[in-house]
């Protein structure tokens, strides 16, 4: 008989006897959207949680659209091309050209080595991810903003809750943007923020998500970039349960390192990352080849088991793009015909661990 599916991800979600609950004080208030309690309740929270301002928005992309708007880039910035989607269509759609630099081979973050070769003359910012969790190198991107007075966001979409010695790193740069999607470690099922140090930043995000409205007044060009009390509810209720689900992805993630210690992939381990804290949203491994890497869906696919080619395509080969934004980015182009993100979720059963790694292994084995 065919197993249950078993996706890359599955969505947390909090017990429905506490929504049931906190849904009482949303019908009891008829406070359902605009600057609601819990809103209010959600951001005074993270800012606590990230040390630093954190404003709550409709989802990760807004998010990142805000950041850009409030920054008032325009012309290009530097970015990465191994990401969501997302982080080029928001450039794209704000009417900044996407300049692209390849990935170090190590993170599969931005290079800063290569950043200040690409720089044009109408360059505004470099916006890079923190591939899978996994941080930038902050010290090389911050003193080369700093040198060529660009600003420096921070895509922060899979980072919530990581920390470097100590600090979250959605404090770093002009600002940090958070994805809150259902399939994120914290989830408002759909949402995003800004994070920032910058309180004259954050009040033009604030402005801007709001229509640029505010009492009789119209400010400026704003969007309609707020989030209900329905998602902020889901959001914190599920706070309660972050510790204990990170706890789960880490044991699942280091079983998956052990049962493929032996074989030829690779897999990032957040030890070898110095002062890091991780939140182990993903479990990426990386195969020799493109046809091995088929090979695994193919076969993991017919146990019913759902990896995720993330990220597939790299972001400089999108067909969309116009063809001067399309430079080589060979390592980016590599790795994402050659990534392979496994199922990761806290109540994942390790024996469906075992199992996967086992089609893995006879998979690479065969290969061989
Ligand atoms: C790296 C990255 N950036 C941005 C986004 C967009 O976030 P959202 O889906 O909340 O709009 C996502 C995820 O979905 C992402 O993975």
Not at 76 to 102: K, M
Not at 175 to 184: G, P
Not at 256 to 284: I, K, M, S
Request: hydrophobic residues 40%.
């Amino acid at each position: 008989m065919n197993q249950p599916a078993i996706q890359v991800s599955k969505t947390y979600l909090p017990p429905r006897e506490d929504y049931h609950a906190l849904l009482e004080s949303v019908w009891d208030s008829q406070w359902v959207t605009n600057n609601g309690p819990l809103l209010r309740e959600l951001e005074r929270t993270l800012a606590t949680r990230f040390d630093s301002d954190t404003y709550v928005v409709t989802n990760g992309t807004v998010a990142l659209q805000l950041a850009i708007r409030s920054l008032s880039l325009t012309g290009s910035a530097i970015t990465t091309p191994f990401s969501y989607v997302a982080t080029t269509n928001a450039l794209l759609w704000e009417g900044v050209d996407p300049i692209f630099v390849d990935v170090d081979p190590d993170w599969y973050c931005l290079d800063p080595t290569l950043v200040e070769a690409a720089i044009r003359p109408d360059t505004t910012a470099i916006l890079a991810t923190h591939v899978y969790g996994y941080p930038c190198d902050h010290t090389a991107l911050a003193a080369i903003a700093e040198r060529h007075g660009l600003a420096l966001i921070y895509d922060a979409a899979h980072a919530f809750d990581v920390k470097v010695d100590g600090r979250s790193i959605v404090t770093w740069g002009s600002a940090s943007t958070l994805s809150f999607h259902a399939t994120k470690v914290f989830h408002t099922i759909e949402g995003g923020a800004v994070v920032a140090g910058d309180a004259e930043l954050l009040a033009r995000v604030d402005l801007m998500r709001s229509f640029g409205h505010t009492g009789r007044e119209y400010l400026g060009l704003g969007i309609n970039g707020k989030t209900s009390e329905l998602h902020c509810g889901i959001g914190l209720l599920n706070l309660r349960q972050l510790a204990a689900n990170r706890v789960a992805r880490r044991d699942l993630s280091e079983l998956y390192r052990d049962l493929l210690r032996d074989l030829p992939l690779r897999c990032l381990d957040p030890a070898d990352f110095p002062g890091l804290e991780y939140n182990y949203a993903y479990f990426p491994i990386f195969c020799a080849t493109n046809s091995l890497r088929e090979s695994l869906v193919e076969r993991l696919n017919a146990h019913n088991i759902f990896p995720r080619r993330y990220f597939e395509p790299s972001l400089n080969e999108l067909d969309f793009l116009p063809t001067e934004l399309r430079v080589a980015c060979p390592v980016s182009e590599h790795a994402s015909r050659t990534a392979l993100c496994l199922p990761l979720y806290p109540d994942l059963d390790p024996v469906d661990v075992h199992r996967i790694t086992s089609i893995i292994r006879e998979t690479v084995v065969q290969w061989a």
